[in-house]
């Protein structure tokens, strides 16, 4: 069975302290996979697509990398307007291209 | 200003009644979805459309019914066929169904409860 798994749940850090949250996927096949940020009671707000193992993608404090089994966000020196729940979901190549989302890591850093 | 927008914001449906959620885009894409949020679960596909006038349905599509007439709005109709519709609704849209360019982008949301 398709399956993408979050970890941590949650992650509490202090402003500064760098750290990551991982994203696991056993599928058939990996078309992309994507890297969202939601805050509460909003849509989510896309932040990378990867295609292929070895991709990294960076934007401001936050990096996103790519393995054959997992993707990590990687969070520099995070500050309190990080604070979010972060999104992974895999793109399948085949039946229709399905996406599946994970449940989701909430980050929350602290000043 | 290009985006998706989503309404009402709030939604509160009595036992027994349809309800509809709105959606509607500006960004010209062709793809469009619906996926409904509960609390600690991943986004669940309810509906998709690649184009205009034809639909598909996602993983958990009983209860639920869409239309697409036009390539900016994808309305999705909340039936009382639908036992728990309590949840957080979220439309997308995204440049091309499966193409090279296939991120999905979101709308604010809608979230629903049945007194």
């Known amino acids: 069975e398709d399956q993408v798994t979050q970890s941590p749940e949650a992650l509490r850090l202090q402003e500064g302290e760098s750290s990551s949250l991982n994203c696991s996927y056993t599928?058939?096949?990996?078309?992309?996979l994507f890297w969202y940020r939601q805050d509460p009671g909003k849509g989510p707000e896309f932040l990378f697509t990867l295609y292929s193992a070895g991709e990294e993608k960076e934007k401001e404090r936050l990096k996103a990398t790519l393995t054959k089994k997992e993707s990590f966000l990687h969070i520099t020196a995070p500050k309190p307007e990080d604070s979010a729940t972060y999104l992974c979901a895999v793109q399948l190549p085949t039946g229709g291209f399905k996406t599946i989302f994970g449940a989701g890591t909430r980050l929350f850093v602290k000043a | 200003d290009g985006g998706i927008t989503q309404s009402p914001k709030y939604l509160f449906r009595k036992e027994g009644q349809n309800v509809t959620l709105s959606c509607e885009q500006n960004?010209?894409?062709?793809?469009m979805y619906w996926y409904r949020q509960d609390p600690g679960q991943g986004l669940r596909l309810i509906y998709y459309?690649?184009?205009?006038?034809?639909?598909q349905k996602g993983d958990i599509a009983e209860g639920y019914s869409v239309s697409r007439e036009k390539k900016e709005s994808f309305p999705l109709t909340v039936t009382s066929a639908q036992k728990n519709p309590t949840a957080f609704y979220l439309c997308?849209?995204?440049?091309?169904?499966?193409?090279?360019?296939?991120?999905?982008?979101f709308g604010p949301g809608t979230r629903l409860t049945v007194l």
């Open positions: 599928v058939s096949g990996l078309r992309g």
């Open positions: 997308a849209s995204g440049i091309a169904f499966g193409g090279a360019r296939d991120t999905q982008y």
């Open positions: 960004l010209n894409h062709d793809a």
């Open positions: 459309s690649q184009i205009v006038n034809d639909f």
